[in-house]
């Protein structure tokens, strides 16, 4: 691999030392005059007709700022895909939760007083509060028949091959909900009047927002600013909500004639209100020969979307498009649908679909491996990928990557071998703690889906400044994962010039171009090579202008700058020439390039307590050229803490379309007691279209961990569990059902 | 935040002697110790109280006293300072492992057992080893002080003997010497930072391959928590090496009396009370 000066090398992230001392400011943090604290008031209701809104009498209201949907100066809606969700309900409720009134006063504590003086008076209607409901259109909540989205990928013919295979199975597979748990929970500052609105808050994605504020208040789009702050973590959870709080405070300031508005979720609202990963059910019905060659895959697919369709489709077509996993097969068919119900809107969340439907395919995997009494990792053998093999959408797999030889090394790190031959033997024991060894493999597509890459046509610019220094100009959001410091070496690799010249500028529509969301493992592979291509046009101009003699990039560009009065260059997003897609028939190169791993777990099941802890877990997976492996390990390492989660314990219980347990006292994420040690290993292969040879990697780790785990379980006690989280109470049914 | 500051008050006694005065002159002040329990419902703006009468100052309440044939510990003593006591670590494990797993370090380094014990949380993790330990507490109030077998404390969920007027003042604990048998496991799925969802301690004293002493206690499967008396008289005298495991599964299931919650399920929490008696009794042979 080429030697560079610092991609491939763990330089520290910029803004660590400033959020280690606590000098770093979030929108709590920030102390502004005259600030009004502003707080939201929700349906408790899953659905139902608004028949009044009642402000307790003889309460000084005269005090507050109230806004309802009649307040809304443009569109009543928060603009995503389609303006199917209201900013605020008005007449009819969808889901509990729905802000319905915004109240804001200088006394935080008594907006919070006040908003349990607000009573809203709603006539119940028929709820839809599951998949199988919203399946049945008893009632229908959305458009004719709760779909917000179908999509459908064939290939070849999978009902013919399925009667002819030797062996075939049918297997439905659940996950359930998760909440992001960010640090910091959503928070946002709005100034809004006629003459321009500005919008400050925790955010991943500026631009969706500044988009939702110019749907809502009809103001020219030169007239709304939206700046992020730093941002403590986001998973995709402040992917598309940030719109709405957005809205909420700009709304509040606006009737109060331009005043700042704050609205600061505390952890439960945040945890009750804002968006989840997408519950699902899966059934899969394969058949293999006798060899074990998978013959045909027949993937019914099916995401609940909650009440609007806010991010659904999208997520629907990564979870679509992963359904096969990387195996051959020249007989499929998926089919997945997003479906309306009645609770707050499921959203994006690390993986996006792909951890939902891999984990139903890797888990079938290990079940057909069992009853072909073929080794889980010999049946993989015989069906994985290799370099020129067509995928489900026809893409033909041009990454020269080695399936089985990945495989090979994640087994022999966990040892595997003798592990899965002498654990039965153990197992037969009267110790009730039962060990297993389990393991998946699986990829994840790098950027947005499809052509998706090109229309959001995205641009990052490049700044010489007057003291010699270069300024990144991108909308991309740094939220922990360290887009800064990887952005950072890029344009100092291109210019070959100190990581310390360079400075990545906090995202600020005012003065950033839109380089399109921070999703979709999309920052380091996509934005990444815009940044490169951004310094390289600087480098050149420098070199042009023959400043560059002696090598001194901050002299060379305090020369420029002095003599042309401005130094800007330029990058926008070019597709990779062989990349062709057909969205109406889901046909070609879904994603320009994926990233490949395969994670493997050795776990002990104690079955006084039912409760799975993980002893030690391999992490293998190769993402291109690694750009900073201290911060590409932490991905990963983090990634697999929140896939052990969803296995095992992170479990969001609904009562009447809410989130019961919106407390982490009782939504129980991983701590570092939970958790093994997780050695993480990288493959790496230069990507040639990503800067340095990288590809995107932050989403991967969500998409191994759980099937990994589950299964563990089944070696370890022979049965065959399909549902995450695989709870003590869950795994206690399937033990005492045996 | 939800809970409102400005509508609450705090009287903050300067001695014992004042706290119950006080506790006379203001039935409706919450006693408020280290605060662990009453924060969180009140940051969610969930906790009624208005007046809080703050114990954290009274020095008289802290401290552990060792003597021959007792452990007298102060209502406001720490899970932490129970926890690195070299003498509660040798004698009463059952109690330093629950203290060490209520909530996280800084809830330990502040939490008390006389705030536990007067909370009254059926899912308290000291309670059941305070049980098998045959503690008992010391209520004070101006009139006087009287002392209560901690098994008869709590009457009902959140209900208790302390008077209106009465403060716990002391937890007490009989030297129970070497050669027990300690037990306790919690099980609140989460390694650290859980509320239990079921909770079992138990000691015992082997002899001539019988089991001679039993004491069992649970956590998180009545509406207070609870000596296992039936399952302790099913094994009492029985063999170590055979108890009669069915027999005692049966009782212990008429000696609890779990419902579902947010946490988990009564079916659940009767299943794993089994296991962990089956367990506690593997444990004891093994001994």
């Known amino acids: 691999m080429k030697d560079y000066a610092h991609i491939g090398r763990s330089v520290l992230r910029r803004e660590g030392r400033a959020k280690l001392t606590g000098a770093a400011l979030f929108t709590d943090d920030l102390k502004i005059e005259g600030l009004l604290y502003g707080a939201t008031v929700r349906s408790r209701e899953p659905r139902g007709r608004i028949k009044g809104i009642h402000f307790e009498e003889g309460f000084p209201w005269e005090e507050f700022i109230i806004v309802t949907a009649r307040d809304i100066p443009g569109k009543n809606v928060v603009a995503h895909l389609q303006q199917d969700q209201p900013c605020l309900a008005d007449g009819v409720i969808n889901h509990a939760e729905e802000a319905i009134v915004l109240l804001a006063h200088p006394d935080p504590l008594r907006v919070q007083d006040a908003r349990a003086r607000v009573r809203v008076d709603v006539e119940p209607l028929p709820t839809v509060l599951s998949i199988e409901e919203s399946l049945a259109c008893d009632p229908v909540i959305w458009g004719q028949d709760n779909v917000f989205k179908t999509i459908l990928i064939t290939k070849g013919d999978p009902d013919g091959a399925r009667v002819k295979g030797h062996f075939q199975l049918e297997a439905t597979y659940r996950t359930g909900a998760q909440e992001q748990l960010y640090i910091e929970p959503n928070a946002m500052i709005g100034e809004a009047t006629a003459e321009g609105v500005l919008v400050r808050g925790s955010m991943q994605c500026p631009y969706y927002v500044h988009h939702a504020l110019h749907e809502m208040f009809h103001l020219p789009l030169e007239k709304i600013r939206v700046v992020q702050v730093e941002t403590g973590g986001g998973f995709g959870g402040k992917e598309d909500y940030p719109s709405m709080l957005a809205c909420h405070v700009a709304l509040l300031s606006w009737k109060a004639g331009g005043r700042p508005v704050k609205i600061a979720y505390d952890r439960e609202e945040d945890m009750a209100c804002t968006t989840k990963r997408h519950p699902s059910r899966t059934r899969i019905r394969s058949a293999f020969g006798a060899d074990g060659t998978l013959l045909a895959l027949d993937v019914e697919l099916i995401l609940d979307g909650g009440a609007y369709m806010t991010l659904s489709p999208v997520v629907l077509s990564r979870a679509a498009i992963h359904a096969s996993g990387p195996y051959r097969c020249s007989n499929l068919r998926v089919h997945a649908q997003a479906l309306a119900t009645n609770t707050p809107p499921h959203g994006a969340f690390r993986g996006f679909g792909a951890p939902q439907s891999l984990f139903a395919i890797e888990r079938h995997m290990d079940e057909a491996a069992q009853h072909l009494g073929l080794d889980p990792a010999e049946l993989r053998r015989r069906n994985l990928l290799h370099t020129g093999d067509a995928m489900a959408t026809g893409q033909i797999m041009r990454d020269e990557v080695d399936l089985v030889a990945l495989m090979d090394r994640a087994l022999t790190e966990i040892r595997y071998a003798e592990k899965r031959a002498s654990y039965p033997t153990l197992n037969a024991g009267d110790d009730p703690v039962k060990r297993g060894v389990g393991f998946s493999v699986f990829m994840h597509g790098g950027g947005f889906t499809g052509s998706a890459e090109s229309t959001l046509n995205s641009v990052v610019a490049l700044e010489g400044t007057a003291g010699g220094r270069v300024r990144v100009l991108a909308a991309s959001t740094e939220m922990g994962q360290g887009a800064n410091t990887v952005f950072t070496q890029v344009a100092a690799e291109a210019l070959q010039a100190p990581v310390d010249l360079i400075e990545v500028v906090p995202p600020d529509t005012a003065l950033v171009p839109n380089s399109g969301p921070t999703v979709a493992s999309r920052t380091t592979q996509v934005v990444g090579k815009l940044v490169l291509d951004a310094g390289l046009a600087m480098r050149k101009t420098l070199l042009e202008a023959g400043l560059l003699a002696d090598g001194d990039v901050a002299a060379a560009i305090r020369t420029y700058v002095a003599r042309h009065g401005a130094l800007r260059t330029e990058s926008r997003y070019q597709k990779p020439d062989f990349v062709e897609w057909d969205d109406a028939t889901y046909r070609g190169d879904a994603y320009a390039t994926y990233a490949w791993a395969c994670y493997a777990a050795d776990l002990r099941v104690d079955l006084v307590t039912y409760e799975t802890q993980v002893a030690d877990f391999v992490a293998v997976q190769e993402v291109g050229r690694v750009l900073n492996p201290t911060l590409a390990a932490g991905q990963i390492e983090g990634g697999v803490a929140q896939g052990i989660g969803w296995g095992l314990n992170e479990e969001v219980i609904w009562r009447q379309g809410s989130m019961a347990n919106h407390q982490m006292s009782n939504y129980l994420m991983a701590t570092a007691a939970d958790l093994p040690r997780i050695r993480v290993f990288f493959e790496e292969r230069p990507y040639a279209y990503g800067p340095g040879g990288a590809k995107g990697l932050g989403e991967l780790p969500m998409d191994g961990p759980a099937s990994a785990l589950l299964n563990g379980v089944q070696h370890a006690l022979g049965l065959v569990p399909r549902q995450v989280p695989l709870t003590p109470e869950v795994l206690m049914d399937l033990v005492e059902g045996a | ?287």
């Open chain 2, 1 to 287: 935040m939800r809970g409102q500051p400005s509508l609450c008050d705090v009287l903050t006694p300067q001695s014992l002697q004042e706290a119950l005065s006080l506790r006379v002159a203001h039935p409706e002040a919450r006693p408020l110790a280290g605060g662990t329990d009453l924060m969180v419902p009140f940051a969610a703006g969930r906790l009624p109280d208005r007046l809080f009468l703050n114990l954290w100052g009274l020095e008289e309440l802290r401290g552990i006293t060792v003597s021959d044939g007792e452990v007298t510990c102060g209502a406001l003593t720490l899970f932490r300072e129970i926890a690195v006591h070299p003498l509660m670590q040798r004698e009463f494990p059952n109690l330093v492992r629950s203290a060490k797993v209520t909530g996280a370090l800084a809830i330990q380094s502040r939490g008390s057992l006389g705030g536990n014990i007067a909370n009254g949380s059926p899912a308290a993790d000291t309670p059941p080893s305070l049980l098998v330990y045959g503690s008992e507490l010391q209520l004070t109030s101006l009139r006087g002080s009287r002392w209560v077998p901690y098994a008869d404390f709590h009457t009902g969920y959140k209900r208790s003997l302390l008077a209106p007027d009465e403060l716990i003042t002391l937890i007490r604990l009989a030297r129970l010497g070497d050669g027990g048998f300690h037990y306790f496991r919690k099980v609140g799925t989460r390694q650290a930072q859980a509320i239990s969802k079921v909770s079992l301690a138990a000691w015992a004293r082997t002899g001539n391959g019988q089991i001679q002493e039993l004491r069992i206690a649970l956590g998180s499967v009545a509406p207070m928590p609870i000596r296992a008396r039936g399952a302790e008289k099913a094994l009492l005298g029985r063999s170590v090496t055979n108890p009669p495991l069915d027999a005692a599964l049966e009782a212990l299931q008429a000696d609890i009396s779990p419902i579902d919650d947010l946490r988990s399920s009564a079916q659940f929490r009767r299943k794993v009370a089994g296991n962990l008696l089956a367990d506690m009794l593997r444990g004891l042979v093994s001994a």
